[in-house]
């Protein structure tokens, strides 16, 4: 199985994606790897990524999850996700792929923000990444308010995809 971990920043996704790869014996994709050196420092200048920004670097992602349903291995995908069309090139309605949708209040995901160290997104993108966001419903992902502690999150993702 493929978990892609979706949300804005801030919301915790390399969190929970360590945890869950941990916990569950699989690979952890780190999506932000993926990213070409011109998003990334248009993003450290404080420039939002437009959806033709986006488009190669979804492409990437979808490339590694092809590899790994390919050899029939599971892995944590972190990807933001915001838009349908990129959930869409990532796959999401596939056989296999499990989207999880982790959302808190504005001012929880510009607190966490400020406190993160050494990550080329700064907080004042949070905005734009909210206006981007085209929210999944219930059918398209499991939505996680990452607003209660890390283990409660964790907890109900196993649960809901029924991990164990």
Same mark, same amino acid.
């Given at each position: ?40 420092k248009k993003m450290a200048n404080d420039e ?16 590694? $999850? ?9 892995? $944590? ?30 001012? $929880? ?56």
């Amino acid at each position: 199985m493929i978990i892609i971990i979706m949300g804005v920043c801030g919301s915790g996704k390399s969190t929970v994606a360590q945890i869950l790869s941990q916990k569950l014996g699989i690979d952890f994709i780190e999506g932000d790897t993926f990213h070409s050196e011109e998003n990334v420092k248009k993003m450290a200048n404080d420039e939002p990524l437009t959806e033709d920004d986006r488009i190669p670097w979804l492409k990437s992602i979808r490339s590694a $999850i092809d590899e790994y349903q390919e050899k029939g291995d599971g892995a $944590i995908v972190t990807c933001s996700a915001l838009s349908r069309n990129s959930r869409r090139i990532l796959g999401v309605e596939n056989a296999g792929v499990q989207l999880v949708y982790l959302h808190a209040r504005e001012s $929880i995901l510009a607190q966490r923000m400020t406190l993160r160290e050494n990550h080329f997104m700064p907080a004042s993108l949070l905005s734009s990444q909210l206006e981007s966001l085209e929210e999944p419903d219930e059918n398209e992902a499991l939505p996680v308010n990452v607003e209660q502690a890390i283990k409660q999150v964790i907890d109900e993702i196993i649960v809901n995809l029924e991990l164990f």
